[in-house]
């Protein structure tokens, strides 16, 4: 048996290929948007990926199983079980096959029983594999999606939160007690394979682990010590992390089925060109790091640098009808387009080069102050106003007195509620956030915007008023 899985370190997501090496059959496991590295893999091992899986519709990326599909002519095997609220739209133009718990199918001799695992969402199905083709009369591992992650399970208030579902979240709470009832009767050797890892927002604490074992999450996962419903469920639904706002999109356009028109070129500007792209219609997004950005930038420019948390906060701060001009390093244009279309933004429209700025004048910057600075001047002056662009739970946690909360990926729609006579000082814990919502404010006309250096952890921890 052939088993490899695939990391996608921006969306802490987990897919998977599993192959019969006897047959050279195939199957690619909750794909990501971006096929390649699938097809790659199949060239590479010598097997033709006849089928294509979900464990549930994802509500965090795009997903690439329709896009697979099409492409190599494999059969989608995907969930039946849920309301008709979240069943698969798509499905008529291509080769496919609805599943229910208690179902089974074999890729070669490799065998996959079907158990219906909702609590994250209605539909959410898990698969057991078997490796009848190297001898074994018992299972090996199970693939659980968003059921049980290391560490954690799936969160169940997306459907309410993100889709609008309302009063879901309670209800999806008590289905995944019973379905971690059923998960506790499996055998302890059980490998689990997940859909996510440490970083993902479908959990509260992911585990930083990609795979453990039925048994080890019975030990030591906490929503397996479990046995009262009605206390599990305020658990569960207690301090789950703020759901990105693109999660709603990402849910319905999984549901209908993702676009297969990404891949545009994209046209390289000049400074002068990027003019005529200014405007409620588009985004410019500078990629570079917080410091070169804020050391000049050009005006109306939002800052989301490329790394790792480079999807997430696009998928906060940019509409999906607005087009998309990037501003960075011309090598790694490419990889900041999958980045984008991995969660649906595909209107990629024109880039500049970031060396391109370094001829220009006339770039606007913003100010760094420490805490002490904050302290012993800033805050004695009411001509300044403190943003903390926390999420809930951190606000709570603790907070400067007379600060104004706007957690970062609402504060495009709270910039009227921002005192317009005074300059807002912002802050979040360790000031990478704070940074892009400096960018934010100045492109939206607070063009004096101050950063704290170091966030409210370097405050809390000079002045000790937690």
Avoid at 44 to 64: M, Q, R, Y
Avoid at 412 to 428: A, Y
């Amino acid at each position: 048996m052939f088993f490899k899985s695939f990391f996608d370190e921006e969306l802490a997501q987990m897919s998977y290929m599993t192959g019969c090496q006897r047959t050279g059959e195939a199957m690619v496991i909750d794909p990501a948007r971006d096929i390649n590295p699938y097809l790659e893999t199949a060239e590479k091992e010598g097997f033709t990926i006849t089928k294509v899986t979900e464990t549930h519709i994802h509500a965090d990326f795009l997903s690439g199983a329709r896009e697979l599909a099409q492409h190599t002519g494999a059969v989608l095997y995907l969930s039946n079980e849920g309301d008709n609220d979240w069943k698969y739209e798509y499905l008529n133009e291509l080769n496919h096959v609805l599943l229910n718990g208690g179902d089974q199918f074999y890729v070669g001799n490799i065998k996959f029983d079907i158990l219906h695992t909702p609590g994250h969402t209605p539909e959410s199905i898990s698969f057991v594999l078997t490796d009848e083709g190297g001898g074994s009369k018992v299972p090996m591992g199970i693939f659980t999606g968003d059921f049980v992650f290391v560490g954690d399970v799936g969160r169940p208030d997306l459907l309410e939160k993100a889709a609008g579902s309302e009063g879901t979240s309670r209800q999806g709470a008590r289905q995944m007690f019973q379905s971690l009832e059923a998960f506790k009767d499996l055998p302890d050797y059980l490998q689990v394979w997940p859909g996510h890892g440490a970083g993902s927002a479908c959990g509260k604490s992911l585990g930083a682990v990609p795979a453990s074992t039925v048994g080890y999450e019975k030990a030591n996962n906490w929503a397996l010590q479990h046995t009262d419903i009605d206390e599990f469920t305020d658990e569960l639904i207690d301090g789950q992390p703020e759901p990105p706002k693109y999660f709603g999109m990402m849910k319905k356009l999984n549901k209908e089925g993702p676009s297969l028109n990404k891949g545009r070129d994209v046209q390289k500007l000049t400074v002068d060109q990027l003019e005529d792209y200014r405007g409620n219609d588009a985004v410019i997004i500078d990629t570079r790091d917080k410091w070169t950005f804020a050391a000049g930038h050009l005006p109306g420019t939002i800052n989301i640098p490329y790394n790792r948390s480079f999807s997430n906060w696009a998928g906060w701060l940019v509409d999906y009808d607005q087009s998309i001009v990037l501003i960075g390093e011309e090598s790694r244009l490419g990889e900041m387009k999958k980045s984008l279309e991995a969660i649906g933004l595909d209107e990629v429209t024109a880039y500049v080069a970031q060396s391109d700025l370094s001829q220009i004048g006339g770039l606007e910057t913003y100010t760094s102050i420490t805490p002490e600075e904050l302290e012993n001047h800033y805050k004695q002056d009411d001509r300044y106003v403190v943003i903390d662009v926390r999420n809930p739970g951190e606000w709570e946690a603790g907070h400067m007195d007379h600060a104004h909360h706007f957690m970062l990926g609402h504060l495009k729609e709270s910039l009227d509620e921002i005192p317009n006579d005074r300059t807002p000082i912002v802050h979040c814990q360790s000031g990478v956030r704070s940074a892009i919502a400096v960018s934010l404010l100045q492109a939206n006309g607070f063009k004096d915007t101050i950063n704290l250096k170091g966030g409210y952890a370097a405050w809390e921890q000079q002045w000790d008023k937690s």
